[in-house]
């Protein structure tokens, strides 16, 4: 019987590809998307509405998935976006819109998923996260803070879920050529603005993230680390993929904090 996968975020970009990816090597993929002018999917890729800021969604479409599948075997917690804004800038709206999608969400999709995999003490959980979750950079202190609390909830989470066979992840991906940019990044107005006493840095800084982004590679290998966790019952609890996770996560460990810090600064020109 093929493994049942549910992928928040899958629209496009990172989640629409991992469910594509799955749904062709035989796996039963819900891709949540947050329209809900839904799409039906074919018999093995199924479009489903799920917005993680809206608790009623997550709850009618895992209950959807259950009642058509009777499990859920997998959840990928892909869905998230990037603030940029300096922490003087940013809007109390803004601030929770961060955590309210890339962490509230995440938890919530957790909590209404979890008890399904535990009573059949089986499930894999794996979290959709960044290099960025290891390490800061200017500009993305919110994004950057999401995303080390979604590392913080791994290092929990396996604790309690372990002793149900329930496995949890994260891959900590790098930049890579997605629509992120043009879907997936908010800027602030202040910081943004031609009189910010930050323009410089948002000058220098702001087209190196555009650039890496617009320009990096093919988010293939994001898919293939989903599918080798999902099949592979010893892959690691955190996996790197992409050059900058794979390039400065292991230099965090290596460098003092004052080290890695300067490295960074030459790195990119701060």
């Known amino acids: ?105 995440l938890i919530k999709t957790i909590r209404e998923v979890l008890p399904h995999m535990r009573e059949r003490k089986n499930g894999i959980i794996i979290n959709i996260s960044s290099f960025l979750g290891k390490m800061g950079l200017p500009l993305l202190a919110h994004y950057n803070a999401s995303k080390y609390a979604v590392e913080g909830i791994v290092d929990s989470l396996r604790f309690e879920t372990t002793p149900f066979n329930v496995r949890v992840h994260s891959i900590q991906a790098g930049l890579y050529g997605t629509n992120f940019v043009k879907k997936g990044l908010v800027a602030n107005i202040k910081t943004t603005s031609d009189d910010s006493p930050y323009k410089n840095l948002v000058d220098h800084f702001v087209p190196i993230v555009g650039t890496a982004i617009n320009d990096g590679p093919h988010p293939q290998p994001i898919a293939n680390a989903v599918k080798e966790i999902i099949e592979n019952e010893n892959a690691n609890i955190f996996i790197p993929v992409g050059v900058e996770s794979e390039t400065f996560i292991p230099l965090r460990k290596k460098l003092s904090d004052e080290a890695f810090e300067n490295h960074i600064k030459e790195t990119f020109g701060l």
């Open 1 to 105: 019987m093929s493994k049942v996968v549910l992928i928040t975020g899958a629209s496009s970009g990172m989640g629409r590809l991992t469910a594509e990816y799955l749904s062709e090597n035989g796996y039963v993929v819900y891709a949540g998307t947050r329209s809900q002018n839904i799409v039906q999917g074919n018999t093995s890729l199924i479009n489903i509405y799920l917005d993680v800021t809206k608790t009623d969604s997550i709850i009618k479409a895992v209950s959807t998935i259950i009642e058509n599948e009777g499990k859920i075997d997998v959840l990928v917690n892909n869905a998230g976006f990037g603030l940029l804004s300096t922490v003087e800038d940013g809007t109390d709206e803004e601030i929770f819109n961060q955590f309210d999608v890339n962490v509230f969400g």
